[in-house]
């Protein structure tokens, strides 16, 4: 995506003297007109994209037969889990699964 406008920048002294200083006055869509003491300069802005879309997380997994059993899930590994997701997704995840606190006082 390519956004396009114009900033102007506007010169001025302090006090009418001593050396330009300058600021940026305004940005516009369209080329503005200037005063004498106003510069245009046209901006062309490249953006991607992904910068304006919401990640969409999916996941696929798939256990053999020959795996199957009981899994270990602690409270250390939820916690591990929900973490890196929240640093990952920019909000707030809990992690828990079914009957992992009975597993933790065995």
């Known amino acids: ?17 001593g050396s330009w200083q300058a600021k940026i006055s305004v940005v516009r869509r369209n080329k503005p007109n200037t005063k004498r003491n106003e510069v245009a300069i046209r ?14 997380l999916e996941a696929q997994i798939k256990v053999p037969d020959s795996e199957l059993g009981k899994p270990v899930v602690t409270s250390e590994v939820q916690d591990n889990l929900a973490e890196v997701l929240s640093k ?8 828990s699964y079914p009957g992992a606190d009975e597993e933790e006082s065995e």
């Open 1 to 17: 995506m390519i956004c396009v406008g114009w900033l102007i920048i506007e010169g001025y002294k302090r006090h009418g003297r």
């Open 88 to 95: 990952q997704m920019g909000m707030e995840v809990r992690v």
């Open 43 to 56: 901006l062309e802005i490249e953006l991607p994209d992904t910068l304006f879309e919401r990640p969409q």
